[in-house]
């Protein structure tokens, strides 16, 4: 449905004929994944399993962004491979976006020659696994209307390639149609997602222990990264990449622990205990030179689509039916803020700075004694520069909140690392589409809220929700400065016809257009509005 608007990723289901059996499933070439950003040791990874794999015949895809595929160079030239196993080599394009329709002509071969026990594909160092995991599931139509840009990854290439429908042999040419219905009919089959001839086990992710706090402070974008092979138009920070590599992982590798001071370290503890926040349901290890048992990785029978997008830290937390307090090891925690009442643009503007700024806040557990302060590398105490920037601790954030000048559109907000964004939602608050226009969904997503008490007699849905993930989280001040930009009984009791002359303190003056809902078609009329901004 068009106007059903929803903070969990679309979850496509797998293409599988009803009548299959056990023993085609059997057949199906079991996969792999292994994500990771430039450096954190996903070559070394896909090197071990190589030397341990023993008799299992492994058949590898290795992708480079750039033309020279370095990776799978090496691998060739380490012999790994043997006589009556394969290498594909994939580069100049991303499997997450550009070179999708690639990757499934490539693993159907695979799948089809039936020499292989398995299938290890190393990804290119900017690679988001969603997406990559998506191309496993999804049917051709999907997967075509993806190729041509209505969902598709984030990392554009310069040169285009053959969409899906070409990767499959399969004409989109009108004259053809015919003759590929008759192909179809004569071999009994017709195009498929990869989840015919392979099954997606394990996505693992590989993190550099020693480089993570580094990375999750930088505002460094992708482009920047002279390693990373990204396009000019890729407009990702290589900390949101991070997150959403880690976030979207059935394993996570806590690689290189010799480098922050070995497994008990309380660096370390820090390290783990923030990954298991970010992602609670994935299996962690922590590996030296990504030494780890092959058990761990191949054949886990682990990845399941729906609950691998629902994994991430932040949902987990919407999840739960109120937020309950956790223990706070290492300092790392977690708070949701919720409000009926609209956020005073201005106020929220005030206050939300220094996401991610984790010099700010103590790097070392922080005494019981309140009189010893810890001075920051700012010169300040711990409690001076919480103050003036509350969420430096916030590492990620993610919700939706309600502005008083966009009264009848929820923002979307979140944060990775240093990077806050806030975008105008498709969608506006149900309340203002109106109850004569609610489908069946709609309908049910109402009394799902009034069932928790947040539909409002006056406003209905509208409201504020928002998760923080973060290290030394001062919890009370965070939700006083939230609760304070939030607006006031008499801000509240001079009503919508005051709002709309708040400053836009966001949007640069643009913000008046989701004021008001004035219908789906005069809204789609407006051509590209949702434009987000960031800090």
């Given at each position: 449905n068009s106007k059903t608007r929803t903070m969990q990723a679309e979850v496509p289901k797998p293409n599988l004929p009803g009548d299959e059996t056990e023993a085609a499933v059997a057949k199906r070439l079991p996969v792999t994944v292994l994500s990771g950003f430039l450096g954190a040791g996903k070559t070394t990874l896909l090197k071990n399993i190589l030397q341990n794999k023993k008799d299992l015949k492994v058949a590898v895809i290795v992708n480079d962004?750039?033309?020279?595929?370095?990776d799978a160079n090496e691998i060739a030239g380490s012999k790994l491979i043997r006589q009556e196993e394969k290498m594909v080599a994939m580069q100049n394009g991303c499997i997450c976006c550009?070179?999708?329709g690639d990757l499934l002509e490539r693993v159907k071969e695979l799948s089809e020659e039936q020499k292989y026990d398995y299938?290890?594909?190393e990804s290119t160092g900017i690679s988001e696994p969603l997406p990559v995991a998506q191309t496993f599931v999804m049917d051709v139509d999907e997967m075509t209307a993806m190729e041509e840009g209505e969902e598709g990854g984030e990392c554009p290439e310069e040169e285009e390639v053959d969409d899906l429908s070409k990767a499959m042999d399969v004409s989109g040419a009108e004259e053809e149609n015919q003759e590929r219905k008759e192909k179809e009919e004569d071999e009994n089959k017709k195009p498929m997602s990869l989840s015919h001839y392979s099954r997606l086990d394990t996505m693992v992710t590989v993190v550099d222990s020693s480089n993570l706090f580094s990375v999750l402070q930088s505002i460094q974008a992708l482009t920047e990264n002279e390693m990373g092979g990204a396009s000019d138009e890729d407009e990702?920070?290589?900390?949101?990449l991070m997150i959403d590599q880690i976030e979207f992982a059935n394993v996570i590798l806590l690689n290189k622990v010799d480098l922050v001071g070995g497994e008990d370290s309380e660096e370390m503890q820090k390290v783990e205990g923030l990954?298991?926040?970010?992602?609670?349901?994935?299996?962690?290890y922590k590996t030296h030179k990504s030494e780890v048992d092959l058990a761990k990785l191949l054949d886990t029978k682990l990845f399941d689509m729906e609950e691998a997008s629902t994994s991430a830290g932040w949902i987990q937390e919407l999840l739960k039916p109120e937020h309950t307090p956790e223990?706070?090891?290492?300092?790392?925690s977690s708070f949701i803020f919720r409000s009926t009442r609209p956020f005073h643009p201005r106020r929220l503007k005030e206050i939300v700075n220094g996401f991610g700024e984790l010099n700010k806040v103590v790097t070392v557990q922080e005494t019981q004694n309140e009189k010893q302060e810890t001075i920051s590398e700012s010169g300040k105490t711990s409690w001076e520069a919480k103050k003036d920037s509350p969420f430096s601790g916030v590492i990620r954030s993610k919700g939706q909140i309600w502005l008083a000048n966009a009264k009848d559109w929820p923002m979307d907000m979140h944060s990775a690392g240093k990077q806050l964004e806030i975008i105008p939602n498709d969608v506006p608050f149900l309340h203002a589409i109106g109850e004569e226009n609610w489908d069946e969904d709609e309908k049910a997503g109402v009394e799902e809220i009034k069932a928790k008490g947040r539909w409002d007699a006056e406003f209905?849905?509208?409201?504020?929700?928002?998760?923080?993930?973060?290290?030394?989280?001062?919890?009370k001040l965070l939700m006083s400065k939230l609760s304070e930009a939030c607006l006031t009984d008499k801000e509240m009791a001079a009503g919508p016809e005051a709002w709309i002359d708040f400053e836009d303190a966001f949007f640069g003056g643009d913000i008046k257009q989701y004021f008001e809902f004035a219908g789906f078609g005069e809204e789609e009329e407006g051509g590209d509005s949702h434009k987000g901004h960031h800090h």
């Amino acid at each position: 449905n068009s106007k059903t608007r929803t903070m969990q990723a679309e979850v496509p289901k797998p293409n599988l004929p009803g009548d299959e059996t056990e023993a085609a499933v059997a057949k199906r070439l079991p996969v792999t994944v292994l994500s990771g950003f430039l450096g954190a040791g996903k070559t070394t990874l896909l090197k071990n399993i190589l030397q341990n794999k023993k008799d299992l015949k492994v058949a590898v895809i290795v992708n480079d962004m750039s033309p020279l595929n370095l990776d799978a160079n090496e691998i060739a030239g380490s012999k790994l491979i043997r006589q009556e196993e394969k290498m594909v080599a994939m580069q100049n394009g991303c499997i997450c976006c550009t070179l999708r329709g690639d990757l499934l002509e490539r693993v159907k071969e695979l799948s089809e020659e039936q020499k292989y026990d398995y299938l290890v594909i190393e990804s290119t160092g900017i690679s988001e696994p969603l997406p990559v995991a998506q191309t496993f599931v999804m049917d051709v139509d999907e997967m075509t209307a993806m190729e041509e840009g209505e969902e598709g990854g984030e990392c554009p290439e310069e040169e285009e390639v053959d969409d899906l429908s070409k990767a499959m042999d399969v004409s989109g040419a009108e004259e053809e149609n015919q003759e590929r219905k008759e192909k179809e009919e004569d071999e009994n089959k017709k195009p498929m997602s990869l989840s015919h001839y392979s099954r997606l086990d394990t996505m693992v992710t590989v993190v550099d222990s020693s480089n993570l706090f580094s990375v999750l402070q930088s505002i460094q974008a992708l482009t920047e990264n002279e390693m990373g092979g990204a396009s000019d138009e890729d407009e990702r920070t290589v900390c949101h990449l991070m997150i959403d590599q880690i976030e979207f992982a059935n394993v996570i590798l806590l690689n290189k622990v010799d480098l922050v001071g070995g497994e008990d370290s309380e660096e370390m503890q820090k390290v783990e205990g923030l990954i298991k926040k970010l992602n609670p349901k994935a299996k962690v290890y922590k590996t030296h030179k990504s030494e780890v048992d092959l058990a761990k990785l191949l054949d886990t029978k682990l990845f399941d689509m729906e609950e691998a997008s629902t994994s991430a830290g932040w949902i987990q937390e919407l999840l739960k039916p109120e937020h309950t307090p956790e223990s706070e090891e290492y300092g790392v925690s977690s708070f949701i803020f919720r409000s009926t009442r609209p956020f005073h643009p201005r106020r929220l503007k005030e206050i939300v700075n220094g996401f991610g700024e984790l010099n700010k806040v103590v790097t070392v557990q922080e005494t019981q004694n309140e009189k010893q302060e810890t001075i920051s590398e700012s010169g300040k105490t711990s409690w001076e520069a919480k103050k003036d920037s509350p969420f430096s601790g916030v590492i990620r954030s993610k919700g939706q909140i309600w502005l008083a000048n966009a009264k009848d559109w929820p923002m979307d907000m979140h944060s990775a690392g240093k990077q806050l964004e806030i975008i105008p939602n498709d969608v506006p608050f149900l309340h203002a589409i109106g109850e004569e226009n609610w489908d069946e969904d709609e309908k049910a997503g109402v009394e799902e809220i009034k069932a928790k008490g947040r539909w409002d007699a006056e406003f209905g849905d509208r409201g504020s929700e928002l998760v923080c993930i973060g290290i030394n989280l001062d919890k009370k001040l965070l939700m006083s400065k939230l609760s304070e930009a939030c607006l006031t009984d008499k801000e509240m009791a001079a009503g919508p016809e005051a709002w709309i002359d708040f400053e836009d303190a966001f949007f640069g003056g643009d913000i008046k257009q989701y004021f008001e809902f004035a219908g789906f078609g005069e809204e789609e009329e407006g051509g590209d509005s949702h434009k987000g901004h960031h800090h």
